[in-house]
């Protein structure tokens, strides 16, 4: 089986810094794309940044110029640096990825998420 482990999240003050870790483990073939998502009380999850094939990058409108993904293959791992955070940016965050786990199978795969609280 495969897991993913974040890292990272805390309380922040409006215009703070964090950064989030994701490290995967387990049986992994390969790594197609690691990425966050993140869900705040009352609201749907939603995709905050995604890293494909370990160099093309996608952002949600909202964290743009903000956010920033970055990976390691080497470590199996997704980093996403945040900052100018916002109120806003309060949420639980998830990491994700999907996964080659052996020659004909793909799976996606979640963490089990960490809290950003973004508050004066």
């Known amino acids: 089986q495969v897991q993913l482990v974040e890292s990272g999240g805390g309380l922040v003050q409006p215009g703070g810094s964090l950064r989030l870790s994701c490290a995967a483990s387990g049986n992994i073939f390969s790594i197609l794309s690691m990425g966050w998502y993140r869900q705040a009380p009352g609201k749907q999850r939603e995709l905050v940044a995604t890293i494909i094939g370990g160099s093309r990058t996608y952002y949600a409108d909202s964290v743009k110029d903000r956010f920033t993904i970055s990976g390691d293959n080497a470590k199996r791992s997704v980093y996403l640096q945040m900052d100018n955070l916002k109120p806003e940016d309060t949420a639980v965050y998830y990491c994700?990825?999907?996964?080659?786990?052996?020659?004909?199978?793909?799976?996606?795969?979640w963490g089990q998420g960490t809290q950003v609280t973004v508050s004066s």
């Open positions: 994700t990825s999907n996964i080659q786990t052996s020659q004909f199978v793909f799976g996606d795969f």
